[in-house]
């Protein structure tokens, strides 16, 4: 799997800038650059230049100059990919941008594939699996949540942790596995209280990491919110007063739902994707009875639940105060884990006595007054939103799984630890549970990467971008 | 005009790509980023660090990172501004790319200006005027031509020579200013001979620049190519023939005139315009009168032009051999200077006879035989353009002159070159014509910007992209 030949790949984004900047990476490719640079002042010798170091020069194919160019060299194995790196800083035309890339191609250089660059670092020990992944996760990061998330991964986050506990399971499995040898003589090397120490200290990392991930993955994915509420209170004003007040990048999405559409709204460097709903009502009309059948379905797909109403259809007898309260009520037996946020919509329309009576009938239960035509109140919902999404989470720097590969591989590692813990309390004969211990040891592996396969490194590096 | 603040801005393009790189410029910038940037192992000093190096680290504010980076420490004057400069290469994603850039911004740093970095440039002489003109026309050269133009400019080119002219030109100046204070004693302090000779070499060297620049601007701009024959000769089967051959880029440019559709093909390297035009035709009509006139027009742009016709009209005798020769015959006569390329088209409709005929016809004249929809002969067609595109230009590194500022100053200065030297042929006192060197002066300086005002440099640089 490892090759030593040398690749080439536009590493900053396509198009014209300034700058651009073309990366080589292989064994060779100081060698190779050097005999198409030119020195400004004399001939400069890139082979023999330090580490680091940045050199002023022109790019020259038969005497024909290229560019003027900064090549900066890095040495095996201080670089990204742990081989030899050359950075070319050229000016950002595409043609020039092609010339050089071509002028490589000709010369023993060939097309980096998607993340090969970042392949190599793995495979040279630069950095392990989730912390490749994490590359990937970083660049497309645009909010301050994921981009925290992918950044912590990067910098190691919980997989040296993971390392650290496979190496100490490791260790216990090599000496159980020596009492399978020395099985007729019923000796114990691996000290059980130890052993079952660490079965907990794994069992219960495993567990908070897994749990980790119902976060990480709304950091990474957005946080779900479904807004529920009858037609025409206001949930459509809502969102774009949201989006107005956030200045926040907006996208449309087409729900998979042929009725819903998803708005993403960046708030504080979190995104929600808001989920519309049908809206719930009492009725017997079977048709209606579907769609709220749907709502509740979204419902379960959100994190939070923000339940609208209209001020001003209660001051016109419309609609009761009771009638809300009822439907919260069901939503709250239906999910009763859900978080749920109430917005009294509309303020701006009512007077003081609607406000009063309203306040009075959700008695102790938290309720945000606005408008959102008005754009009163909307400051208060946003740093509502705001606490509830970092409750526990983003601000005290836990460790946080969102890759859904971890997820998975972390979940395969528990259970099997629980099989070993099984064992342990029942006190089953080690043979059984040696297979438990090599399944829990396979799956940690598989995070960090020092379990792996070539099918697993080319799922995950065919997503990474050209030139990582 | 000069500031010593920092600038930032991003130097490649903007979007995703695996790294993106953070240009700063200014005196403090050095120490400005040492506040934020954290290295790896130990706490390094951007500031003691040696110029031309690169540091891999973290760019931290208040204990949150934002990015893990590479940052290239340049030390003034040996930097692209002349000042301090610092390149920090970050992951490519666009919210880190912003966040970096906001760090900064909120700490003494302003956004750079359109070209500033090369405004800095230049005012700290890092490079003439002519040469920062240049950095622009390379970024955004999209062949081979235009790519060549730009990069010989922005190595000194013609710059050099006319700065060195002008020096020369400023010392004679400066003798001849003494005379004038010493007019009652009628010496002369500068040699006349000598005089003589530099502005006749003067005179020489700006009437070969300013000649060149017909050339140097169809090479930027794309040379531009007349099709003339008569409807339905296969005109855009041709320009198709052409574009699928060369795999180019292509672009469909709607003309000024309304009857006028441009297409752009670049051809080995150098780009074409061609220009359809109505065809030319004996009549009596007043309104084809105007096509034609409108056409001949269109000649008068172009610096090539193809004749298209029809050899199956020829077979099938709805036109006649002489009717062509008879329309080029007054091309010729109303264009005398303009290259002619003529082209007999479906060939592959006609027998042997038919193409004896028409070559006996023409006589000496050369005639590309082609079927533009069989795509036979198109290579021929092709390699004849590139011969005549670079018929004494390009191949022979020629310095060009390519924007239109510097030809209009070449022009101006060429004008009281003119006027000096007939105040010597016509040995008239040097007090008159010390204002033409004094014109001839300001205008050679302009190209250098030895002569500059700020609202020049502003035109200049608002042409440029933010980063550069």
Known sequence: MINNDTIIALATSSGI??????????????KIVNQFFQSKFRTKDLTNVKSHTIHLGTIVENNRIIDEVLVSVFKNPHSYTGENVIEISCHGSVYIQQEIIQLFLKNGVRNANAGEFTLRAFLNGKMDLSQAEAVADLISSNSAASHQVALQQMRGGFSSEIQDLRQQLLN????????????????????????????????????????????????????????????????????????????????????????????????????????????????????????????????????????????????????????????????????????????????????????????TSFQKTPLIFLSAKQKIGILELTSTLTQLANKGALSNNETIVSNSRHFEALNNAFNAIKEVQKGIDNAISSDLFAIDIRQALFHLGEITGEVTTEDLLGNIFANFCIGK
Not at 17 to 30: K, Q, Y
Not at 176 to 183: G, N, Q, R
Not at 215 to 240: C, D, F, Q, R, W
Request: hydrophobic residues 40%.
């Open 17 to 30: 800038g300034a700058i651009a900047v073309i990366r080589l990476s292989g064994e060779n490719c100081i």
């Open 172 to 359: 216990f499995a090599s000496l159980i596995e020596l009492e399978l040898d020395f099985s007729e003589e019923d000796v114990e090397f691996a000290d059980r209280t130890a052993f079952n120490n660490l079965i907990t200290k794994i069992s219960s990392t495993l567990k908070r990491l897994i749990e980790s991930f119902a976060l990480g993955n709304v950091l990474k994915n957005g946080i779900p919110v479904a807004i529920v509420g009858e037609p025409n209170v206001g949930k459509s004003t809502l969102l774009n007063a949201l989006l107005n007040e956030e200045k926040a990048i907006v996208s449309h999405i087409e729900g998979t739902t042929r009725d819903a559409i998803e708005d993403e709204i960046n708030i504080d460097g979190v995104t929600y994707r808001f989920i519309d709903t049908a809206g719930i009502r009492n009725t017997k009309d079977f048709i209606e009875s579907i769609g709220i059948k749907k709502t509740f379905e979204k419902i379960e797909q959100a994190q939070l639940v923000i339940y609208l109403f209209d001020l001003e259809k209660i001051k016109n007898k419309l609609t009761t105060i009771e009638n809300s309260i009822s439907e919260i009520k069901k939503i709250k037996e239906k999910h009763p884990t859900k978080q749920l946020l109430l917005i009294a919509n509309k303020v701006d329309l009512v007077d003081e006595k609607i406000i009063a009576e309203t306040t």
